[in-house]
């Protein structure tokens, strides 16, 4: 049995389940831009059941932000909706874990670290538009560059707090050519499920990001004359809200290396 | 101040908070179909925090029957998102206490009987889209004749469970004029948030429906030749599983007699 490392184009359009099979057997440790291209991959936060109700409603009072695709029974790690034969444990590359508000570890395997009250949520997440935009010829740097990954920022939109959480809105960047500003936008907000249109179209400053180069998540972007700044909510406000909330545990993701679930991006809604 | 009742058709155009107001001075007490039309009408279920993480799971998985509006902090009875300025004990007409799994109890306020921790679900409902179909020129009965409501059935659809909480998918039924069949299912389907298109078009008898005049909420519907009998989850799915649970103590809006938020339905999606 092969244990070489895949080429991403070997998963691009790879099912979902192959891309978590490969994940599981680490030979695909990477971010999961262009990976089974057409189905959502998902931020996965992880707390426990104590904090979980809070959470819940956190998400559902800031939808930009976290629109739900599931949650876990306490201690079930099965995605049931999302992915019924997958282990959020395992399949996933890589892992943050924050104590009473600091990150203080990131794993590769989290079953060592599972417990039997842990409640996992799924959010949708803006790479799950990568077919959508490949399609539409949308030139964004992640999807033309192989090196390219977008940059996150705190911005100054307080998210509507629940319970123990509260935080920024934490936005993703992407530079989208002048022509093509208004295709992007109807595009994307076409799809709520993935963050939907962007939060905020131009000058950064004005959702309180004074330099583009000072990045809280992300690459550092380049500079791309005759573009147009574009910001979305992101996923990793969960880790913001992680940290203000300063709960004794909550687990995440690390940035870039989503879950890949089995929902096709087509469908729009759940149910 | 006059506390003469209201007619329908006074309402119909009213404002939200111009609806609850005459709610709330029991200058309205019937149903609310057709009132302040454009925004989304809400089932309501109230359950004890200790049972709100379990049956929020349960509406996630059942977005169909459940989609979600709000959702309450434990003991607030504002529904922050939906309708700022409202209070869900004074401005529902009409509620039904379940304690052990039986009806126990219907109260026209609920201010005696609310707690500390008890927590509201806001979700959509198909009352939502009756401008979207008068619009459309569909003649459903409960648009057309005073004096009509939609029936609701106990389906031989299972929900997702999540935790305590199981049932059948509870169903509302409309004939739909043959030539219009195509029409209604793509209008309907444009509204997830108000349970989207039908979960069932024919014979009422694969769903497990042996006789439309044996309703289990609603109306006994007339016969309507010409027209082909179409089915949408429904709201009242949390009746039944209050019902199915057996937990101490769930309360709901008495059928028919919604909550009247202030979010507009052509929204189609929260935030």
Redesign the interface.
Known sequence: MSEAPLAREALSHAPPAAVRAAVRARRWTGNTKRLALGHHQANVTIVP?RH??DF??FC?????AFP?L??T?PGDAVP??AAPDADLRTDIAAFCIYRDGRLTERVEDLRPHWRKDHVAFLTGCNLSLDQVLIEAAIPFPHLTRDDAFPAQYRASIAC?P??VFHGPLVVSYRPVPEHLLLRVIELTSRY?LSH?GPVHVGDPARIGIADLANVDWGQVPREEPGTVPCFWACGITAQAAALASGIPEIITHAPGHMFVTDLAVSDR???
Chains 1, 2 share one sequence.
């Open positions: 059941e979980a109700f819940m409603r559902q009072r800031n939808p930009r739900l599931d949650v029974d049931r909706l509507r629940a319970g709520p939907g809604t759940l149910g």
